[in-house]
């Protein structure tokens, strides 16, 4: 008798990811009914100011326990006007991670400054050590990202940054609601972004914010997020400040999206929570997998669960064994990230952004890699230049973990992994 082919264990595409989206609901509706209704979508001034975006600031800040929120157009507006907010500029280099997104080192680059790849460690954060010895007399600060959801070492960049007198800007676009032992992703920075794009655990389709305990900051920041200066409280510009006298980024967050984030911004513990559940049911089951590497947490409470990374032995095992499981099934429909090698995670590796490898610029001059002032400034950044990271990249899975999963849908990913690990590993 013929051999029967064996059956897939599931039969339907996972849910996408996309953490807010799941949860949107009557509450975001009637948030934008009311801010249409009122006709008045600009944040400064209108027929009946509803001051979404104002509200939006004061909740987010209270909700990571910060004292300053500028809400921005985007997670790449923010580090932009993050950036300019510091005084970053030609003739400093910013130590940025190995493992990304070219929105960072864009902004960098955008400002006049040099990209300094550090190395990461098995959080998948910044290695603390390697950010040490990439520390030149240039160095002015370090763009740490929380990526894939949960925080890296964040307490000990911190530490580095401080010892040596640099700038930390915390990246938590990709960790919005993520904590170490309590404390929230973006109080640890002298300055923290966050993106609500629509990826992220919270959206708007697109939105973004700086946030900062620091006064000036702060002043700096709101200024640069607008038109380089500062306003009144009725939205009218200042112009006698010879402090805020900067330019601006334009990247304002209007009042709907403001509303729809403000809705999101309650939901967001409960996505958080569900996600978290359903990553660590998961984990759990692969806990009787020695060969298994799971991604280091630096505070598994504080993971705020979209994404499952694991890591093989070697590449040729997580090649086999992501095939194998995407045989199962386990994947989603074609918009989703689904489940991928790493190396197939496109613009979060340094060495696959072509415009940092081959230092592009968008004039003609080379701007800011000729410039005088960052002679000599800068290192490599293609493959090779992070070891850490290419090894991680290259054993390892990605796995996005939807807000919506239900047990069965755990089960059937659950069940996919025991039966690929047991053939491809013996387990
Ligand atoms: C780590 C990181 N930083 C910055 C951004 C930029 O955010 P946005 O897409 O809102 O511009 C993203 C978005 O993908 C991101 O993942």
């Not at 509200?55 to 910060?66: I, Q």
């Not at 601006?248 to 809705?263: F, K, N, P, Q, S």
Request: charged share 20%.
């Amino acid at each position: 008798m013929k051999p029967q082919p064996q059956e897939q264990i599931r039969k339907k595409p996972l849910p996408l990811e996309f953490p807010g989206i799941h949860y949107i609901d009557e509450q975001e509706l009637e948030a934008v009914t009311r801010v249409i209704r009122s006709r008045s979508l600009f944040r400064y001034y209108g027929v009946d100011l509803q001051k979404e975006a104002e509200s939006f600031e004061a909740e987010f800040a209270a909700f990571l326990g910060v004292k300053h929120a500028v809400a921005a157009g985007s997670g790449t507006g923010a580090l932009s006007v993050a950036l300019s907010a510091l005084g970053v500029g030609p003739g400093q280099e910013i130590i940025v991670p190995a493992y990304l997104w070219v929105s960072v080192a864009a902004a960098v680059v955008n400002q006049g400054a040099i990209p300094v790849l550090a190395d990461i460690d098995d959080t998948f954060g910044l290695d603390p050590a390697d950010v040490e010895r990439r520390i030149t007399k240039h160095t002015a600060g370090i763009i740490m990202t929380h990526m894939s959801g949960a925080p890296g070492d964040v307490a000990a960049v911190q530490s580095v940054a401080r010892a040596k007198g640099l700038f930390l800007l915390e990246d938590c676009a990709q960790c919005a609601g993520g904590s170490v032992h309590g404390r929230k992703v973006g109080t640890f920075g002298d300055m923290a972004i966050f993106s609500f794009q629509m990826n992220k655990n919270i959206t708007a389709g697109e939105g973004g914010c700086v946030v900062t305990g620091d006064d000036r900051l702060f002043a700096r920041a709101f200024a640069c997020h607008d038109l380089g200066y500062a306003r009144d409280d009725n939205g009218r510009l200042i112009f006698d400040d010879p402090d805020l006298r900067l330019w601006g980024r334009g990247t304002r967050l209007d009042e709907l999206r403001a509303a729809v984030l403000r809705v999101q911004l309650r939901k967001l513990p409960a996505i958080t929570a569900a996600m978290r559940a359903s990553k660590y049911r998961i984990r759990q089951a692969l806990a009787r997998f020695p060969q298994v590497q799971l991604r280091r947490m630096a505070d598994p409470a504080g993971d705020t669960g979209p994404f499952l990374i694991t890591t093989y032995p070697d590449h040729e095992t997580a090649r086999r064994v992501n095939g194998a499981l995407r045989a199962e099934g386990i994947v989603t429909s074609d918009q989703g990230v689904s489940n991928i090698l790493m190396t197939e995670w496109g613009l979060h590796l340094y060495y696959n952004i072509a415009s940092l490898v081959k230092r592009s610029s968008v004039d003609r001059s080379g701007f800011p890699w000729t410039l005088e002032a960052n002679h000599g400034l800068g290192g490599e950044y293609g493959k090779g230049t992070c070891p850490a990271a290419d090894s991680l990249f290259e054993r390892s899975i990605l796995l996005p973990i939807p807000s919506c999963l239900t047990p069965e849908d755990e089960a059937d990913i659950i069940a996919a992994f025991e039966k690929v690990l047991s053939a491809c590993l013996g387990g």
